[in-house]
């Protein structure tokens, strides 16, 4: 009996000792140079996240890695669960409202991903400066009947034409994601709306519309500049859905040294010619698309 009881007592202190660990490791600048390693919570997609061990952002945290003068990790997760690994909560929006619910491991210190700067996550999360630009796009299949717009010359009359042209027709989303339809007031209007949840990879969204799950669907610019050549001929974008948008890092709330330190590195390599490499070797001709953000310095 006394034997079962000390199996008992070690159990259970290993156990409170996990407990503690998943509920602490969630770390600011100190604590994780004093750990000597950041782990950096990644989505496979577009490239961002290749899936190969590098991307536009896996090469932007390996230097900021460097840069604090620690050991860098890449942790796969996908878009419905990254919050929660970076958190160690769950995060349900309801009623306009954004709440935290459960106790879960937390599993990297902060998000570098294509990640969509949305109001709702800045209620949970800090997010360091703009990182990258996008857009979300209406997209459809080339020998559909749809034409694009033509540029009016005012954005906001272009996203009212854009949205117009969907009617009641079939709209392929994703929720919980930059492509989802409550984002940009497409929810209630009539459209037919068709959730893709096979998974939560962005990159399958143009596949399932080829494979007509839909007869539209949206995507944000990033990802259209290299589904288009991927897919050359096979699909054609019909005009803007949002705003441009900003994507950035993202950290806990209890990070703010981090976040700061991430900043200055930010910072730094867009006046040494570094971010410019990188959007040159993983997204050569956005500038096009976004110039006056690329003409930016700071």
């Known amino acids: 009996m006394k034997r079962h009881k000390m199996v008992f007592n070690f159990l ?3 156990f409170l000792t996990m407990v503690v660990a998943s509920q602490v490791w969630a770390a600011d600048l100190k604590e994780i140079q004093a750990r000597g390693e950041i782990r950096h919570l990644g989505i496979r997609y577009a490239n961002f996240v290749t899936g190969d061990g590098d991307g536009f952002d896996v090469d932007l945290v390996k230097g900021f890695a460097r840069h604090i003068g620690v050991k860098y990790q890449l942790v796969y997760t996908d878009f419905y669960n990254v919050i ?14 954004v709440l935290l619910d459960g106790d879960f491991p937390v599993l990297g210190d902060m998000i570098a991903t294509g990640f969509t700067v949305l109001p709702w996550r800045e209620k949970v999360l800090l997010y360091s400066e703009p990182t990258f630009p ?12 749809y034409t694009p717009i033509k540029d009016s010359g005012s954005l906001e009359k272009d996203i009212h034409e854009t949205k117009a042209m969907i009617g009641k027709k079939s709209l392929l989303v994703m929720e919980r994601t930059c492509l989802d339809p ?5 929810k209630g209007t009539g459209i037919d709306l068709r959730a ?3 998974s939560t990879n962005l990159n399958e969204m143009i596949p399932a519309l080829l494979n007509k799950d839909a007869e539209l669907t949206l995507l944000d610019v990033p990802d259209a500049i290299l589904d288009l050549q ?25 990070s703010p040294e981090l976040r700061a330190a991430f900043n200055d590195y930010l910072r730094k390599i867009k006046a040494d010619g ?10 050569p001709g956005i500038r096009r698309y976004f110039p006056s953000f690329f003409a930016r310095k700071g």
């Open 274 to 283: 570094t971010y410019d490499k990188l959007v040159n070797k993983y997204y």
């Open 12 to 14: 259970l202190c290993g």
């Open 196 to 198: 893709y949840t096979r």
């Open 182 to 186: 409550a984002n940009y007031g497409l």
């Open 230 to 254: 991927k897919w050359a001929g096979k699909i054609k974008v019909l005009g803007p859905i949002s705003e441009e948008q900003q994507l950035a890092a993202a950290f806990p709330r209890s």
């Open 84 to 97: 929660r690994d970076l958190l160690g909560k769950n995060v349900v929006r309801k009623d306009g409202d």
């Open 134 to 145: 996008s857009q979300v796009l209406l997209v459809a299949r080339a020998e559909s009947p």
